[in-house]
């Protein structure tokens, strides 16, 4: 093999004894996933919002950003469930860059896997600690969920990933919801091949183990945009974009039809500033349609404590080292305004 091998890597249970959920921590992420886990069933009728940075940089930003979260959750519970976003591995179009928090617990740094493993253990342990929140992560690599399988409410599987056959078995094997993000290319098939996947049953080979998954009725899909064929971004969130999803759930046996609305990304041509408005034109389709309002469970936003990024090297703290985001005051915004709307 063309590859150096450094150093094994701690077994997950390793990093979970050095970074253990209490019981209270245990009960607080149970009494969240339920909350969540009602949405996606119907049995909830509140909205769901995952947000929060690009990729997850720096300790203490993200904690005070999500610290932030939990005054204003408090304030729309009746209405919103609030899921922040740590996304400690970061997908590359090219493989070139800042790959997270997993690969670099310092951007500035060369890449530490180990130290990286710890960080993100703790930095999540950490936010479920001191806010109550247990969070939203994204499965880039299937085998390193299990580092933080006992804190995430939420997981998506990226318009990269989505066809991989090792993310849809994992997905099926998994006891909260699942996001299936369209393609990068937009066929919206192969996204409903994912979620039928991850709904169902499967046998394979995971961490050294042939295990047998119990099929996942909580997989969904995420619209997030898509690129066409000359690299155009083509948004996928209007009215006749989510009817046109309705129809094809309407040709399957799938569970618990859901979406969720990614406003970043190729839906807003990465104009970060478009969320707002894009969140507002969901809700007034949701009010146009009882197929779309029963379909649609909630959004995806990219938000951060200062508007906009920077590179990895700079110094502007709670600005994203990645893609741009929503900051902080127009993100408190947003969420009110959505509450009223609701």
């Keep these: 093999m063309n590859m150096d091998f450094k150093r094994e890597m701690p077994t997950a249970r390793v990093i979970k004894e050095m970074y253990p959920l209490s019981d209270r921590l245990v009960e607080t992420k149970a009494n969240n996933d339920a909350e969540v886990r009602q949405i996606f069933l119907g049995q ?14 720096r300790e203490d930003a993200v904690l005070e950003y999500i610290g932030r979260l939990r005054e204003v959750q408090d304030k729309v519970q009746d209405k919103i469930v609030i899921v922040p976003r740590i996304y400690t591995n970061k997908p590359r179009t090219t493989g070139a860059g800042y790959k997270g928090m997993l ?3 310092d951007p500035n740094n060369s890449p530490d896997l180990l130290k990286g493993l710890i960080a993100i253990r703790k930095l999540h342990v950490d936010a479920l600690e001191k806010t109550g929140f247990s969070c939203a992560d994204e499965m880039l690599y299937p085998e390193n969920h299990r580092y933080l399988s006992d804190c995430l409410s939420y997981v998506a599987v990226g318009a990269r990933s989505v066809e991989d ?7 099926s094997g998994l006891a909260i919801p699942v996001g299936m993000k369209n393609p990068t290319g937009g066929d919206l098939s192969v996204m409903m091949n994912s979620i039928t996947a991850a709904q169902n049953m499967h046998t394979f ?12 009725p909580l997989a969904h899909a995420i619209l997030r945009g898509y690129a066409s064929k000359h690299g155009r971004t083509v948004p996928n969130y ?8 309705c129809e094809l759930y309407s040709n ?7 979406v969720i609305v990614d406003c970043n990304h190729s839906n807003s041509g ?16 949701m009010r146009c ?11 995806m936003i990219e938000s951060y404590l200062v508007d906009g990024s920077q590179k990895p090297d700079g110094c502007v703290y709670g600005q994203s080292i990645t893609d741009p985001c929503l900051g902080w005051e127009k993100t408190e915004k947003m969420i009110y305004e959505l509450a009223d709307l609701l």
Excluded: M
């Design 44 to 57: 909830s009728h509140k909205f769901l919002l995952v947000i929060g940075p690009c990729s997850a940089d």
């Design 103 to 105: 690969h670099q617990p």
């Design 165 to 171: 056959q090792q993310h849809r078995l994992v997905a």
């Design 205 to 216: 080979v995971f961490s050294g183990w042939e295990v047998q998954s119990k099929g996942n």
């Design 238 to 245: 209007h009215y006749e974009d989510l009817q046109f999803l």
């Design 252 to 258: 399957t046996n799938l569970q618990n039809p859901s």
């Design 270 to 285: 990465k104009h970060w500033a478009e969320q707002p408005r894009i969140a507002q034109e969901v809700l007034h389709s």
């Design 289 to 299: 349609s009882k197929d779309v309002a029963s379909l649609v469970k909630g959004l």
